[in-house]
């Protein structure tokens, strides 16, 4: 069975950072790109960034391009995103998301493999 799992949310103060880390289990995800989503309360869920499948290339929603970094360390199967100078707009659920291809994706339909989600609250 394949899973990915979230972990590393949690209540933050404005400013302050966090790390999320996403691992998988079930089979290897090194060929494939992979994301992280986020949805707000009352909002739809909405992309933050993407790596490929080697970690050459990257990509960010505008909101979070500068704070946050996107990672990967296939020999753990594992990938993070790293979010410094955080504000209350980005208080939302974080989602993981592993891609059926190898490249960058910003498109949900993209990802056919999805975690659980880690809640993260950015208090003012």
């Known amino acids: 069975q394949v899973r990915l799992v979230e972990s590393g949310g949690g209540l933050v103060q404005v400013g302050g950072s966090l790390r999320l880390s996403c691992a998988a289990s079930g089979r290897t995800f090194s060929s494939n790109g992979m994301g992280w989503f986020r949805q707000a309360p009352g909002k739809e869920r909405e992309f933050v960034a993407t790596?490929?499948?080697?970690?050459?290339?990257?990509y960010y929603a505008d909101s979070v391009k500068g704070r946050f970094t996107i990672s990967r360390d296939d020999a753990k199967n594992t990938v993070y995103l790293e979010m410094n100078s955080l504000k209350p707009e980005d208080t939302a659920v974080y989602y993981c998301?592993?891609?059926?291809?190898?490249?960058?994706?910003?498109?949900?339909?993209?990802?056919?493999?999805w975690g659980q989600g880690t809640q993260v609250t950015v208090s003012s």
């Open positions: 790596i490929n499948w080697d970690g050459g290339r990257t």
């Open positions: 998301a592993a891609a059926s291809g190898s490249y960058i994706y910003i498109l949900e339909y993209q990802y056919p493999y």
